[in-house]
Each structure stands twice: as structure tokens, then as C-alpha cells.
């Protein structure tokens, strides 16, 4: 389970667990407004999608969102938390065709043999946060208000955005018992500092061995 925290320890190029900016929860993820996301309808705006359409995802083929919620975050004109500070993903980063922010909360799923569990399964899910630094992505202030969409669907799923990013969509929660209304997430979700000792042992993976530098981020496939 998680012997990549093992591998990391071997890593040649290892750096210091701390990015210098918070990894604390502070609960905001969503897409922005413009974000493309697979659907039924072929590529589609993540706000042109509504409750009942269908969208792509990794496991599950076709699911119906169930409810998408819609958040405008005003930065301001000052210096932003640091906590707060979205991030930019320069094109091609994580397999997408344009760049696009994400907010620190937002999970995005990786695939690493760093990460593959005694099922053999190379893939889990990290927040935005702790990619800071891998592949060009790095904190910025936006400039201006930025208007988030985030799908809910039944369950936890995986959904494709712009053309082979896979980002997290988590199911409602029922806050009175504090847990998924339909029990247990099927994907792996590693908690911060777990998450950012993952990103950081690939970026040294990467910098030791740049041939490797495509294993970083799922191939833009369904998975069966």
C-alpha cells in the first residue's frame, strides 16, 4: 500500500515535504467557467451542462449529473491567502489541450507506478494544492472574479476535461452523519501531505529520468 513512500525515500533528487504554501483543506474546488468536459454531446462547457445530461467518465461510462453548483469567487484587489490562490496548468500538463486554473481543493487523479497498491492499481486522486511545482503548475492570483461549476453526480466519478485531464467529482454529503450518502469512495483520495510527497517524488522521477515524463497523468482512456 502506497510503497511509493518507500520509492521516494531512494529517490535521487528528493526535496523537502513543505511547498512553502498551506495544504490545509480549505474547501474549494469546481471547474471554471470555459472548461470543456466530455458529455454525451461531444465536448461541452462545464456551465452548458444541466441536471439529467450525461457526461464521460473513467469507470463508469456514461453518468447523469445529478446537480451542478455554481460558486463566483471574488479575489479582490490585494494579496490573495495563499490557501485560496488557484492554480494555472500550463497546456499539456496533466494531458490538457489548453491551460486552466483549478482551485487548491479541486482533486485531479494522477497515474504513477509510485502510487500502485497490492492490486496493482497505479492511480489516485490528489488535491490541486499539491501539485504546485510539477510540470510549470504553480499558484498565481487570477486578476479577476473566476465563476466555478462542480458536477455532482450519485456517486463519486472521474470525469474528462479538456481532452484527457481527469478531474474528481465527489458525491453530495449528508453532513448529519458526516459520510457519503452512497457509502465508501471508490478512488483512492490521498490526504495532503501524502499527496504532496507523491508529486514531489515524481517530479524528482521526472527530473531524474525525463523519458518518464509522460507517466505523471492518466492516458486519456476509459478505463473498464
Known amino acids: 500500500m502506497l510503497d511509493w513512500l518507500l520509492k521516494r525515500s531512494q529517490a535521487p533528487l528528493g526535496q523537502p515535504l513543505s511547498s512553502g ?11 471554471l467557467v470555459g ?7 461531444g465536448w461541452r462547457p462545464v ?4 441536471a439529467g445530461d450525461k457526461v464521460l467518465t473513467f469507470d463508469h461510462g456514461m453518468q447523469t449529473v445529478v446537480e451542478p453548483q455554481r460558486e463566483i469567487i471574488v479575489p479582490g484587489d490585494g494579496e490573495l491567502d495563499p490557501a485560496r490562490c488557484p492554480l494555472l496548468v500550463p497546456r499539456d500538463a496533466l494531458m490538457n489541450r489548453v491551460p486552466l486554473w483549478l482551485m487548491p481543493d479541486q482533486g485531479v487523479l494522477l497515474e504513477s507506478d509510485l502510487v500502485e497498491d497490492v492490486q496493482g492499481d497505479p492511480f489516485a486522486v490528489v488535491p490541486a494544492a499539491a501539485l504546485e511545482g510539477y510540470r510549470g503548475i504553480r ?7 473566476m465563476e466555478l461549476v462542480t458536477l455532482r453526480f450519485a456517486q463519486d466519478q472521474v470525469i474528462y476535461l479538456e481532452a484527457g485531464m481527469l478531474g474528481f467529482s465527489a458525491a453530495p454529503v449528508n ?13 483512492r483520495v490521498l490526504p495532503p501531505d ?12 521526472e527530473e531524474y529520468c525525463p523519458a518518464g515524463a509522460t507517466a505523471g497523468a492518466a492516458q486519456p482512456a476509459v478505463r473498464m
Do not use: D
Not at 21 to 31: I, N
Not at 35 to 41: D, Q
Not at 194 to 205: D, Q, Y
Open 21 to 31: 504554501f498551506p495544504l490545509a483543506s480549505v474547501g474549494q474546488g469546481g471547474f
Open 175 to 187: 453532513l448529519m452523519c458526516g459520510r457519503l450518502l452512497t457509502g465508501e469512495s471508490a478512488y
Open 194 to 205: 501524502e499527496a504532496r510527497g507523491l508529486v514531489l517524488s515524481m517530479i524528482a522521477e
Open 47 to 50: 456551465e452548458a451542462l444541466t
Open 139 to 145: 499558484r498565481m492570483h487570477p486578476g479577476a472574479q
Open 35 to 41: 472548461t470543456h468536459v466530455a458529455s454525451n454531446l
